[in-house]
Nanobody
Framework: QVQLVESGGGLVQAGGSLRLSCAASGRTFSSYAGAWFRQSPGKEREFVAA????????DYADSVKGRFTIARDNAKNTLYLQMNSLKPEDTAVYYC???????????????WGQGTQVTVSS
């Protein structure tokens, strides 16, 4: 079992930055792939970014590429999402997830956090 707790969400103006953190406990976090997804009201949960357990490979949705950076610190059992140049359309609840496979598909991730709200004002 892995427990995930997100933090770092909040209200920011367009063009601003936020860094989300996802603290993991339980089984060895370093052996899992990590990812961030987001969900806006009335929309399906969508992929944002993923990182392999070694941290050597990352993947981003086109909508965030060049603005967001996913990273992990296995020694601290923590996953991060640095979000720069935020836009109102980035407003959503952001979820971190871990699982055995490195994937864009939410169904591949076994463990999920409770989510943290990010609101970007125009």
């Amino acid at each position: 079992q892995v427990q995930l707790v997100e933090s770092g969400g909040g209200l920011v103006q367009a063009g601003g930055s936020l860094r989300l953190s996802c603290a993991a406990s339980g089984r060895t976090f370093s052996s899992y792939a990590g990812a961030w997804f987001r969900q806006s009201p009335g929309k399906e949960r969508e992929f944002v970014a993923a990182i392999r357990w070694s941290g050597g490979y990352t993947d981003y949705a086109d909508s965030v590429k060049g603005r967001f950076t996913i990273a992990r610190d296995n020694a601290k059992n923590t996953l991060y999402l640095q979000m720069n140049s935020l836009k109102p359309e980035d407003t959503a609840v952001y979820y971190c997830a871990t699982g055995d496979l490195y994937s864009r598909r939410s169904g591949e991730y076994e463990y999920w956090g409770q989510g943290t709200q990010v609101t970007v004002s125009s």
